[in-house]
């Protein structure tokens, strides 16, 4: 089956910094990934909508500036959490829906991030 | 913005005992489909229904869809302790619009 792989699992950092996410196809190409932030106990919501060669879509209230995303490649999408602060700690999720398929077919997710920010 | 909301929020059973949970939406949908997630780690898709579908099933999965109400129903039967996860319903609008909304959740704990 389609597989997502995202990686770091788990990130710990300094607030100031700016951390990198990885989001890969690896049996599929995905000219589109989604980018889910996730509080403890909580739904997922979605962030942005990443679209290959060209800009991510953002949802209302997400900053671009401050959640920049790449999809330089049709399996490799990656979000920059730039100069982090502590209310971005939060589990990131990314997701692929396999390329070919109508819109009826599910999503396939990543492992998620789990991001700390001291 | 957050469409779906699902209750119960929590549900704790006794392994052998059935389990089930709703899901309510707002807005027309192209299909319905519910994941799970196991804490800490991302979803897995469980069972997909499609507007024109009423009931599906799926192994011990049963998922009923009344589009009238704008409701869902997931039916675990015969749980086990590895049922033990969040279950999310997620929508799908269709219409281009390519990512899903998913629901708050419910957390199903099934005691052995």
């Known amino acids: 089956g389609a597989v997502v792989s995202q990686h770091p699992s788990r990130v710990i950092c300094k607030s100031g910094t700016s951390v990198k996410i990885e989001c890969r196809s690896l049996?599929?190409?995905?000219?589109?990934m989604f980018w889910y932030r996730q509080f403890p106990k909580q739904s997922l919501m979605l962030m942005a909508t990443s679209n290959e060669g060209s800009k991510a879509t953002y949802e209302q209230g997400v900053e671009k500036d401050k959640f920049l995303i790449n999809h330089a490649s049709l399996t490799l999408s990656t979000l920059t959490v730039t100069s982090a602060h502590p209310e971005d700690s939060s589990f990131y999720i990314c997701?692929?829906?396999?390329?070919?398929?109508?819109?009826?077919?599910?999503?396939?997710f990543g492992n998620g991030t789990r991001l700390t920010v001291t | 913005s957050q469409q779906g909301e699902e209750d119960p929020q929590a549900l704790s059973i006794q392994e052998g005992e059935n389990a089930t949970m709703n899901c309510s939406y707002k807005?027309?949908?192209?299909?319905l489909q519910w994941y799970r997630q196991n804490s800490g780690r991302g979803l897995v898709h469980l069972i997909l229904?499609?507007?024109?579908?009423r009931e599906k099933h799926s192994g011990r999965l049963r998922v009923t869809l009344d589009t009238s109400k704008k409701s869902s129903s997931l039916l675990i039967t015969a749980s086990r302790a590895a049922d033990t996860a969040s279950y999310f319903c997620?929508?799908?609008?269709?219409?281009?619009?390519?990512?899903?909304?998913f629901g708050s959740g419910t957390r199903l704990q099934v005691q052995p």
């Open positions: 229904i499609r507007s024109n579908e």
């Open positions: 997701s692929a829906r396999s390329e070919g398929l109508t819109n009826r077919s599910p999503l396939h």
């Open positions: 997620a929508t799908d609008a269709g219409a281009g619009r390519r990512a899903l909304t």
């Open positions: 807005t027309s949908i192209n299909n």
């Open positions: 049996d599929f190409q995905a000219t589109t």
